[in-house]
């Protein structure tokens, strides 16, 4: 043959060629195997919660200020002309309903009280006088006249008794005198204002920067957190009592709202401010 003449060097070459590929081989598949019994780490399952969709509502929160005002305050006015003669009270005391606070001075009034009642007196005995000579003496129009000229003297009796009890000026609730503007021996004119009462027992709280946005926002019922500025570890809970249905006057367009404060910390005070938080549903 061909190859059996070749030199014995020629030989080897193949023979060392095949060899480096199988060992090649050998190397490839011993990896191989290697690799394939490797552990391989699975991640841990996930939890996955499930639960019927439903429409809920969001709560969210709407925050503005206000002032701690009285439940309800009055300002009394003279309703006649006199010279104040009583005045027993001063601001801060505590007074009961239809206690006499201020009291004019009634001498003049009085006297023509008296006038008037001996005036109707008067006229009631010459009426009756000519509905007894009626037969005899007394004519229809005299009685007449006689029966009108008693009804105008009862009616002067009772307009001069209304004026008489209007001297003394009374507190129409139980609160606190709040304010005095007049002083004792001081002649007022009618209409004059003279004492403020407040009912301190049942303070609210009124908004006072509450634009038309967020005041359409809110529903008489809503609940609300209420702090203070005066009492900065005092916190109570609200409920919006009252929307005002006009916008309040001045600057800005900020409609009044009114919370009920279900419990009254003893230090607050008429004009403190407050800060409240209404929690609204959407």
């Known amino acids: 043959m061909i190859i059996s003449n070749l030199p014995a060097r020629f030989l080897l070459i193949p023979l060392l060629i095949l060899s480096g590929l199988v060992t090649g081989a050998c190397d490839k598949t011993g990896d191989a195997g290697k690799t ?3 552990e391989v780490k699975q991640a841990p399952p996930h939890v996955v919660e499930t639960t019927r969709a439903s429409i809920q509502s969001v709560q969210s929160k709407l925050t503005t200020s206000g002032t701690i005002e009285a439940g309800t305050r009055v300002r009394l006015y003279n309703e006649v002309s006199g010279k104040i003669r009583y005045l027993p009270y001063h601001e801060g005391d505590a007074v009961a309903a239809h206690t006499i606070v ?18 109707r007196e008067q ?3 010459d009426y009756d006088r000519l509905m007894k000579l009626k037969k005899q003496l007394a004519s229809d129009e005299e009685i007449a006249r006689a029966h009108t000229a008693y009804d105008i003297a009862v009616s002067a009796e009772k307009l001069q008794q209304t004026r008489l009890n209007k001297t003394a000026i009374k507190a129409p609730f139980d ?5 005095v503007y007049v002083n004792p021996s001081e002649w007022v004119a009618p209409g004059s204002p003279v004492i403020l009462i407040a009912d301190l027992e049942h303070l609210q709280v009124e908004t006072t920067d509450l634009n038309e946005i967020d005041a359409a926002r809110i529903v008489v019922g809503d609940k609300a957190i209420i702090s203070f500025d005066a009492l900065p570890d005092v916190v109570v809970e609200g409920t919006v009592v009252s929307i005002a249905p006009k916008a309040a006057e001045g600057s800005g367009v900020n409609y009044p709202v009114i919370l009920e404060l279900n419990e009254i910390p003893i230090e607050l005070r008429w004009g403190m401010t407050a800060f409240v938080d209404i929690e609204l549903e959407e």
Not at 108 to 119: G, N, P, R
Not at 175 to 179: D, L, R, T
């Open 36 to 38: 394939g019994s490797r």
């Open 102 to 119: 201020i009291g004019l001075d009634d001498d003049v009034i009085q006297a023509e009280l008296d006038k008037a009642t001996a005036s």
């Open 123 to 125: 006229a009631k005995i």
């Open 175 to 179: 609160g606190v005198i709040s304010a």
